[in-house]
């Protein structure tokens, strides 16, 4: 397994629409979900989508116990999100700040719908199907919007609260970079 380059915002293929996954327990679907998770832990992530390492598959991982990018965050667990379907629970909507790996040093005001349920498949093809909220619900709605070709910044509703974590956060030691 290998370290991937982070695809960055403004490269045209994190804009596409990902295609979905057909073939589970694969050799190559192994390969990718490897080079993933070194990938995140890497670079202290707490989701990776396919589409930023340039994998035009409907592929997310995710999870966090604790990030020195995210200090204050509940944990979430280990996940592997093949052809995801989210469907929220409440019309509530929650803001908070939100960084990404193809955003290096940027945060900005994020709002996410506070509680939903998430289907797909696990990378042997076994169903999936959670009812979460808080941070693992903002996780998992980041990661998705990678598959149809959103970043983050396209759903901030204030672009001022939009930046370098190290202007908006002066005396907090986030690392994005």
Known sequence: ??????????????????????????????????DMRDTMQALDG????????????????????????????????????????????????????????SLPGMRGLVPRFTHLR??????????IDRTVSGFHARVVQHECDHLDGLLYPMRIEDMRNFGFSSELFPDKNIRDE
């Open 1 to 34: 397994m290998s370290v991937r380059k982070v695809l960055r915002m403004g490269d045209a293929r994190l804009l596409r629409h990902a295609e979905e996954v057909t073939a589970f327990d694969s050799e190559e679907l192994q390969e990718l979900l490897g």
């Open 46 to 101: 707490v989701g990776l989508a396919a589409p930023q390492i340039g994998i035009n598959l409907r592929v997310v991982i995710f999870g966090v116990e604790s990030n020195p990018r995210y200090p204050d965050a509940e944990e979430v667990p280990h996940t592997v999100l093949i052809n995801p379907i989210l469907t929220p629970l409440s019309p509530s909507k929650e803001d908070g700040w939100e960084g990404c790996l």
């Open 118 to 127: 998430y289907q797909g498949r696990d990378q042997f093809g076994a169903l």
